[in-house]
C-alpha cells in the first residue's frame, strides 16, 4: 500500500467486517451455550471469550507471518487487554460498581488472577529474552500450559459450586449456529489478513511506531467484539458475564502469543518486547490487578476503598497511551 489514503481506506473496511464478524461469533457462542447445552459458565469463559478474540489472533499471526511486524502483534495483545479494563471500568462508572464488579461466584477471582498470572509470565519471559525450543519457545509454552492449567481450574470451580438442578440442557439442534460461528470466524481470519497489512503500512507512511499502532488502532478494532458483548451484557443486567467475557479475554489474548509465536520463525515472538511493550504490559497488569482489587472490595471489608479507584481506570489507560506512544518513538 503506497499511499497513506489507501491504506486509511484499507483499514476501515477490514475493521467493519472484523467488528461484524466479531459481533456475530459472540451471538453464535452464546447460541450454542443454549443449544449444545455446555450452559453460559463455561461457553461464556471460554467460547465466546475466544470468539470475541479471533479478530486479535488472527491479525497476529498475520502480523507476525506475513508483514515481520513483532511489535504491531505484542502491541495488540498487551493493548487489546488495557481496552477491554477500560471498557469494562466505563460500564462500572454507567451501571454501577457494586453490579458489574460484586460477584460471590467461585470461578471468577480464578479467573481474574489467572489473567493476571498470564501477563505475568508474558513480561518475565519477554525481559529474559526466552529460548527457542524447536518450532516454539520456552515462554510460549510456559504461557500455554498456565492458560490451559487456569481455565481448568476456572472450569471445575464453576461446576463444583453449581446446584445440579441448573446445569444447562440442551436445547434443540446446533447446526445452524455451529455454521454460523464457522462462517463468522471465515470472514475474520480474510478481514485481519488485510487489517494486519493496512495497520503495518500506516506505521510505516507516518513514521508511528507499528508497536503503538497495535496498542491503540488495531487494539481498539479487535477488542469492538468483546466491547460489545460487555455493554450488551451490562444493559441486559448479566453481570457475570461481563467480568467473565472481559478477564477471558484477557486471558485468551495472552495465550495468543504462544499461537504467534509458532508462525514466528525468526525466534521466539515474547524476545522482541521493547520498551513500549513492558510500558503497555505494566498497564494491562495495573488495570486487570486494580479490578480484581475491586471486585475483592466487596467480600473483604478492609478494601472498601479500593472502589473509589474506578473513575481512575480511564485515566490511567489514557495516560498509559502517551506513555507507550513516547517510548515507541524513541
Not at 513483532?70 to 460498581?97: C, D, K, S
Not at 504461557?143 to 492449567?149: E, L, S
Not at 464453576?158 to 445440579?164: E, H, K, L, N, Y
Not at 485481519?192 to 493496512?198: D, G, I, V
Amino acid at each position: 500500500m503506497e499511499s497513506l489514503t489507501g491504506a486509511i481506506l484499507v483499514f476501515i473496511v477490514s475493521s467493519a467486517f472484523v467488528i461484524a464478524a466479531g459481533v456475530n461469533l459472540a451471538r453464535f457462542g452464546d447460541e450454542l451455550a443454549e443449544k449444545t447445552g455446555w450452559g453460559h459458565l463455561w461457553v461464556g469463559t471460554i467460547l465466546v471469550a475466544i470468539a470475541t478474540s479471533l479478530p486479535e489472533l488472527t491479525v497476529n499471526i498475520s502480523a507476525v507471518a506475513f508483514e515481520d511486524s513483532p511489535g504491531l502483534a505484542l502491541g495488540n495483545v498487551f493493548g487489546a487487554n488495557m481496552m477491554n479494563i477500560f471498557v469494562m471500568g466505563v460500564v462500572a462508572l454507567l451501571f454501577g460498581v457494586r453490579n458489574v464488579w460484586a460477584t460471590d461466584s467461585r470461578d471468577i477471582p480464578i479467573l481474574m488472577l489467572v489473567a493476571i498470572g498470564l501477563v505475568v509470565v508474558a513480561a518475565a519471559m519477554g525481559a529474559s529474552g526466552d529460548v527457542r525450543l524447536g518450532p516454539a519457545s520456552l515462554g510460549g509454552l510456559l504461557i500455554a500450559v498456565t492458560y490451559i492449567a487456569g481455565m481448568r481450574a476456572v472450569y471445575k470451580a464453576g461446576r463444583d459450586g453449581m446446584d445440579p438442578e441448573d446445569d444447562a440442557k440442551p436445547a434443540g439442534s446446533a447446526r445452524k449456529a455451529w455454521i454460523g460461528f464457522g462462517l463468522a470466524a471465515l470472514v475474520v481470519i480474510v478481514a485481519a489478513r488485510y487489517l494486519a497489512a493496512s495497520a503495518e503500512s500506516i506505521a510505516e507512511i507516518t513514521g508511528i511506531s507499528a508497536s503503538f499502532i497495535g496498542v491503540l488502532l488495531v487494539s481498539l478494532v479487535t477488542t469492538l467484539p468483546e466491547g460489545s458483548v460487555t455493554i450488551a451484557a451490562a444493559m441486559r443486567k448479566s453481570y457475570g458475564i461481563v467480568v467473565g467475557n472481559v478477564y477471558g479475554s484477557c486471558a485468551f489474548n495472552v495465550f495468543i502469543i504462544s499461537i504467534s509465536d509458532l508462525f514466528y520463525a525468526k525466534g521466539p515472538l515474547s524476545a522482541a518486547m521493547g520498551g513500549e511493550h513492558f510500558a503497555a504490559a505494566a498497564a494491562a497488569f495495573g488495570l486487570m490487578g486494580m479490578g480484581y482489587l475491586i471486585m475483592r472490595s466487596f467480600q473483604s471489608p478492609a478494601l472498601v476503598w479500593v472502589r473509589r479507584l474506578t473513575p481512575a481506570i480511564p485515566v490511567i489507560y489514557v495516560g498509559a497511551l502517551y506513555f507507550v506512544f513516547t517510548l515507541g518513538q524513541r
